[in-house]
């Protein structure tokens, strides 16, 4: 079947499964099915079993395993639009599941990608090993960036840490786009794993650093697309350092799934003015100071386009905020907070509320594209503002001379959006809106011009109070995909 958005099989995560569609007879024979969403730019999806839905809400980098009844079973997926729709986009009706094998159903490719179609990728395997303290382990290349990017096949290297990719006992292959390699055994203990372009030196553009597999575990090794931040030590410029193309994902047989990202991947971090009432600050990272001056309602980098983070190190940072007039800083900060940044995290700094009383507000940031939607987030800092409702019109509605009253609205798309309140990545179908910020009384505190949001965009607005403005009259601070990169 095919439809504007194709879509695999069967697509799955950390997600709400149920068992009810399971036959009532007395031990029947099973089979094992365990589903991998591993398209970066595909929607959530349910998956639908004999007419009941199984799994909810599967989203990229997740896995489950599912164990229907062995022999023939009714098979569909929907895939989640925004406005609370959904597409059927596979109905397979009498597939056959034998009890003997294991199957992997992978979703591989791009939506809307011709040369990279999204399509199922199924594997079976016996699940037959040598050695049950052993590790044993598949391989799958499942990233079109790597594809694009090489043109061609990979060298893997498996090995102790440390190793040189030419020593004796040095586990390599050489596969393609979409190719998994055949089952394989190994001892328990640390390895490194390394995907390299080939040549004669061959080019390492993933390295895992020292990784520990434990006896018993059974492994689909999936090199997938790396969605996390890019990110440069240069806060100004914003030079960025291209980080690997690739994660790896590890899916064990429970349907668990551990992420691995090269070992030179950091973390990245923004920072936003957002405390009307306070003057410029300064910004130090375990006391040194990162950022000398920024005033309101300025953010660092300075365009904040999609993608582009202030380069910082996967550990806890205490991050302190002073006035930039402050001659010791670290004695005088009006912000001391120790903040944790995990590796390949993204996360936004914002210093709301104002004099005494000013706090800093993280929140954690995505920068992954998906091509059914506009993907917008709405985070409330405007602390004069209080309590607001929200409304994302459509251009067409809600243009000149148009109020939140006589725009055809029924209701707020947030409502009681309290200070401090983040929505989230919001799926909202493409196209030009307005929006409109009220307080409970129904009085405008903001309307936007006409705003266009695309597919595959991600959006980030932040409410504040409008700096023209000494009415508390609300603003927005704007950020990823509705900042356009300097020329």
């Keep these: 079947m095919k439809t504007k958005y194709a879509l ?124 049950a303290d052993s590790v044993r382990l598949r ?73 520990a597999l434990e006896a018993g575990s059974d492994l689909l090794v999936g090199a997938v697309d790396n969605t996390s931040p890019q990110t440069s030590d240069d806060a100004g410029t914003m030079e960025v350092e291209t980080n690997s193309p690739i994660s790896l994902v590890a899916v064990t047989g429970t349907g668990a799934v551990i992420e691995l990202y090269d070992v030179n991947q950091a973390a990245g971090v923004r920072v936003v003015h957002n405390s009307a009432g306070t003057d410029p600050v300064q910004v130090l990272v375990d006391d040194s100071v990162a950022i000398p001056s920024l005033a309101f309602p300025g953010t660092v980098p300075e365009f904040p386009v999609l993608d582009e983070y202030v380069n910082v190190p996967a550990d806890t940072l205490n991050l302190k905020v002073a006035l930039a007039s402050s001659a010791q800083p670290v004695n005088e900060a009006v912000i001391n907070a120790d903040v944790p940044f995990e590796q390949a995290s993204a996360k936004t700094v914002i210093a709301v509320n104002a004099g005494a009383d000013i706090e800093p507000l993280v929140v954690d940031d995505s920068v992954r594209s998906i091509a059914t939607q506009a993907s917008l987030r709405v985070i409330h800092g405007a ?43 919001l799926p909202v179908a493409a196209g030009d809106y307005v929006v409109f910020i009220t307080d409970q009384d129904g009085n405008e505190l903001l309307k936007s011009g006409s705003v266009s949001l695309s597919a595959g965009g991600v959006y980030t607005a932040i409410a504040r109070l409008a700096p023209e403005d000494a009415d508390n009259t609300a603003g927005l601070t704007v950020l990823d995909d509705f900042v356009m990169p300097p020329t």
């Design 8 to 131: 695999p099989m069967v697509l799955a995560g950390s997600v709400m499964l149920s068992g009810c569609w399971l036959d009532d007879d007395d031990d029947p024979a099973k089979s094992s099915v365990r589903v991998i969403h591993a398209s970066a730019n595909a929607p959530a999806v349910n998956v639908v079993v004999n007419g009941t839905t199984v799994i909810s809400g599967a989203d990229y980098k997740q896995a489950a395993v599912l164990t229907p009844n062995a022999g023939q079973a009714d098979l569909a997926v929907d895939a989640l639009l925004p406005g609370d729709q959904t597409l059927r986009v596979i109905d397979e009706k009498g597939v056959s599941l034998r009890s003997d094998t294991k199957y992997d159903v992978i979703a591989v490719g791009l939506v809307g990608d011709e040369s990279q179609p999204l399509e199922p990728l199924v594997v079976t395997d016996d699940g037959a090993r040598e050695d």
């Design 139 to 211: 391989v799958a290349h499942l990233s079109p960036a790597a594809q694009k990017a090489v043109g061609g096949p990979v060298e893997v290297y498996l090995s102790v840490p440390g190793a040189n990719l030419d020593d004796d006992g040095v586990l390599s292959f050489s596969f393609e786009y979409k190719a998994v390699q055949a089952p394989i055994e190994v001892p328990a203990g640390n390895y490194q794993v390394r995907v390299a372009i080939p040549g004669e030196t061959p080019t390492v553009v993933f390295d895992s650093g020292s990784v």
């Design 383 to 425: 602390v004069e503002a209080g309590t607001v409702d929200v409304y994302l019109v459509p251009t067409a509605e809600g243009g000149a001379g148009a109020t939140v009253l006589n725009a055809e609205v029924n209701a707020p798309t947030l409502n009681d959006f309290e200070f401090k309140t983040n929505t989230g990545y």
